[in-house]
């Protein structure tokens, strides 16, 4: 599936999911900066039940954080760093999956790296790091040898930058979060987005093995075997 796009000097282009999710989460970061300025006194009442709060999801059930989380950002280069790299490894995948597939994927990493979240920590989140590391994995998974630009000098091929940064998720995770950074978000990402890129092929494998146990037990003259 090809889109129209808009082409720049570099990166992929704005394929329709990537500038609606874009424009959203721009939306909802203006939102957030007209609350705490105008509004101050609501400000921690909209963090408080938009936000990923592991507490509130345990003992409250505010099972919606999970997504909302996603669209809210700390500062303005928090939210600039997500959007470039939503855009920089985004564009390609959704070109390759189309919009409905690419758009279940980045919720999915997203909703997926909260449940780790709220499964393994107690600090309160917010920001779309995890979706964009899932898409990460993704592009590094189906374009392995795709050169990504460190610092636009050095060139190296998606699937070391993705083992990089997974690594580089992991062993912070151990340290705990720090700098106001959840890598352990980063990390559920990571391990939900390679959960889905791989499970075709862990599916096919256990078909073929029960198949191959069905054979061998009915025999190769066996008729019904795939009934």
């Known amino acids: 599936m090809t889109y129209y796009r808009y082409r720049f000097s570099f990166g992929y ?3 329709p999911a990537i500038k609606n999710l874009m424009i959203i989460m721009g939306i909802v ?8 300025t105008s509004l101050p006194e609501i400000y921690y ?6 936000a990923l709060v592991p507490a509130l999801i345990w003992y409250k059930y505010f099972l919606w954080q999970l997504a909302t989380y996603i669209f809210l950002h700390g500062g303005f280069f928090h939210l600039l760093f997500n959007l470039f790299a939503l855009w920089m490894f ?5 070109n390759y999956w189309g919009s409905k597939k690419f758009l279940f994927y980045f919720l999915y990493c997203g909703i997926g790296a909260g449940i780790g979240t709220v499964l393994l920590s107690s600090n309160p989140v917010i920001g779309a790091s995890g979706a964009i590391f899932g898409i990460l994995l993704a592009f ?3 374009f392995p040898n795709r050169p990504i630009y460190i610092y636009f000098l050095f060139p190296i091929p998606a699937k070391y930058f993705v ?9 912070s995770s151990i340290e705990g979060a720090g700098g106001g950074v959840s890598h352990l978000t980063h990390l559920g990402g990571l391990v939900f987005g390679l959960f889905y890129m791989a499970y075709p092929t862990i599916r096919q494998k256990i078909r073929r093995e029960y198949y191959k146990r069905k ?3 009915k025999g190769p003259g066996s008729r019904d075997l795939y009934h």
Request: avoid cysteine.
């Open 13 to 15: 282009g704005l394929t």
């Open 29 to 36: 970061f203006l939102l957030q900066k007209i609350v705490e």
């Open 45 to 50: 009442s909209f963090v408080y039940y938009l």
């Open 90 to 94: 985004g564009g390609e995948l959704e």
């Open 140 to 142: 590094g998974w189906l």
């Open 163 to 171: 083992i990089i940064f997974g690594l580089i998720a992991f062993f």
């Open 215 to 217: 054979w061998s037990q």
